[in-house]
């Protein structure tokens, strides 16, 4: 059987359950996005026969896309308070889980997420990504990595046929279409005056960006609007690609072992679910391998 692997891109569905559900407070503080993440993190791992699974977070700090475009994600509307207040409170569960944690300054969590889908894929694991962002849909690889989309069923893999299907291109040309069609949501400018139906007419013809500048004057012949507007706009193009492109050669030590996700304790998970008021995911808690387990670095 093959083996299964799920990276969670943690910050989205924190912020999805924070939406999704009604206020819940322990004493006082709100927890409403940390019962919303676990009760998906058991679900998750229940519906999909998972046996490892790691959690990735952004870092706090600005990335390096920030240094190659001051206005990257500049018209998002920042999130409430007491949402981000609760990411250190689901750190210090997903501890007493066992469950590895990774962040990384300078980078977004999508950038580890493709670093380590690159790697575990070529260990013979199928790689499920659980996110609501489809930027990571260019990590998409036949059936080696899949997406689990938070908007639809858990058990609902969306695939390289599935993507194909939808987009009429290659999973990996993703970035090729967005570095043309920009992307609203990340302030991603691409070329100004090409909208959606005109960069998929592009990448399905051409397939990559450079392809496209390499066929320039057959662009023109087609269409010299198209043509003039990529001319105009060859810089922010290429912008726009290294900003949707993620980082896969980031640098980690993991030891899969400590991905399995029952390498917990029992008793010091049952006691965290309990102090937390969380007693309703107690029975979700998969069987545990181990009785005690010393304190451990995940690095």
Do not use: W
């Not at 609203?184 to 051409?206: H, M």
């Not at 960006?209 to 012949?221: A, R, S, T």
């Amino acid at each position: 059987m093959e083996k299964k692997i799920i990276l969670f891109d943690s910050n989205a569905l924190v912020h999805r359950s924070y939406y999704a559900l009604p206020r819940l407070e322990k004493d006082g503080i709100l927890v409403n996005a940390v019962y919303g993440f676990l009760k998906t993190y058991f679900q998750l791992i229940g519906l999909n026969q998972i046996k490892y699974a790691i959690c990735i977070f952004d870092a706090k700090k600005k990335t390096f896309r920030n240094d190659l475009y001051k206005e990257y994600k500049a018209k998002r509307i920042k999130a409430p308070d007491d949402l981000y207040a609760q990411i250190p409170i689901l750190k210090s569960v997903l501890e007493k889980l066992n469950i590895p944690i990774f962040v990384k300054d300078g980078y977004e969590a999508d950038d580890i997420i493709a670093t380590f889908s690159k790697n575990l894929k070529d260990k013979d694991f199928q790689v499920v990504i659980t996110t609501g962002d489809k930027d990571l849909y260019q990590l998409i690889d036949e059936n080696k990595v899949v997406v689990c989309d938070l908007k639809n069923k858990f058990n609902n893999y969306y695939n390289q046929e599935n993507f194909v299907s939808e987009y009429g291109f290659q999973p990996k040309n993703l970035v090729d279409y967005k570095a043309l069609a920009g992307d609203a949501s990340d302030n991603i400018p691409g070329v100004k005056g090409i909208g959606k139906i005109t960069a998929k007419k592009l990448i399905c013809q051409y397939q990559t960006l450079e392809n496209i500048y390499k066929n320039i004057d057959q662009v023109g012949k087609e269409n010299h609007k198209v043509y003039q507007k990529l001319i105009d706009n060859k810089e922010m193009a290429i912008l726009s690609k290294k900003l949707v492109k993620l980082r896969n050669n980031l640098k980690f030590s993991l030891d899969l072992d400590k991905a399995r996700i029952d390498r917990f304790d029992k008793n010091i998970a049952l006691a965290k679910l309990k102090e937390m008021g969380f007693v309703s995911l107690v029975k979700f808690l998969p069987k545990s391998s181990v009785k005690v387990l010393s304190k451990q670095s995940l690095f």
